[in-house]
T-cell receptor
Framework: GIQVEQSPPDLILQEGANSTLRCNFSDSVNNLQWFHQNPWGQLINLFYIPSGTKQNGRLSATTVATERYSLLYISSSQTTDSGVYFC????????FGKGTRLHILP | KAGVTQTPRYLIKTRGQQVTLSCSPI?????VSWYQQTPGQGLQFLFE???????NKGNFPGRFSGRQFSNSRSEMNVSTLELGDSALYLC?????????FGPGTRLTVT
């Protein structure tokens, strides 16, 4: 079955809006990470969050390991937040979800 | 600390040729992993090296190989290139579970 699944696949928001991205993962997957891929392809670390909640400025993430999901919150979106957001977990290897493509309109 | 570096950043090759990509991890990181990213397949794990030993391998043909040197720098090689090998190749280093990625090498096969 699907080991790391992200939703929604695409999201278009107006600047200033808030958004929630979701990542569901299988029992065998742990050590969740969230990344932002910029337009040049670089994957930027956002959070390493195997469980619990972390915050960094306008971004925060929560992983509920017992229920096998993680959420990434972006508040007061800016155009620079546009890009693809990936979650990834580790089974015997790192497995990525297919990503959420976020487009913030000015 | 300097981040993960990858060379070259861009590469154009012809079908049938071979290519070698290089990755220098963050200082002190002994684990290096490689990934292929294509629009159709997304991000796929190629292999992981730790202390010069391949620790794990993804589902790629034997044309894809890699190695790691004693200074933790890693190379990956793709032989007999096919059009479908056109992709962004990403390298990541880690000290524990958290992965840190380089900027990638964009390979185009014509």
């Amino acid at each position: 079955g699907i080991q790391v699944e992200q939703s929604p696949p695409d999201l278009i928001l107006q600047e200033g809006a808030n958004s929630t991205l979701r990542c569901n993962f299988s029992d065998s997957v742990n050590n969740l990470q969230w990344f932002h891929q910029n337009p040049w392809g670089q994957l930027i670390n956002l959070f390493y969050i195997p469980s619990g909640t972390k915050q960094n400025g306008r971004l925060s993430a929560t992983t509920v390991a017992t229920e096998r999901y993680s959420l990434l919150y972006i508040s007061s979106s800016q155009t620079t937040d546009s890009g693809v957001y990936f979650c990834a977990g580790k089974d015997d290897k790192i497995i990525f979800g297919k990503g959420t493509r976020l487009h913030i309109l000015p | 600390k300097a981040g993960v570096t990858q060379t070259p950043r861009y590469l154009i090759k012809t079908r049938g040729q071979q290519v070698t990509l290089s990755c220098s991890p963050i200082s002190g990181h002994r684990s290096v992993s490689w990934y292929q990213q294509t629009p159709g397949q997304g991000l796929q794990f190629l292999f992981e090296y730790f202390s010069e030993t391949q620790r794990n391998k993804g589902n790629f043909p034997g044309r894809f190989s890699g190695r790691q040197f004693s200074n933790s720098r890693s190379e990956m090689n793709v032989s007999t290139l096919e059009l479908g090998d056109s992709a962004l190749y990403l390298c990541a280093s880690s000290h524990g579970y958290e992965q840190y990625f380089g900027p990638g090498t964009r390979l185009t096969v014509t």
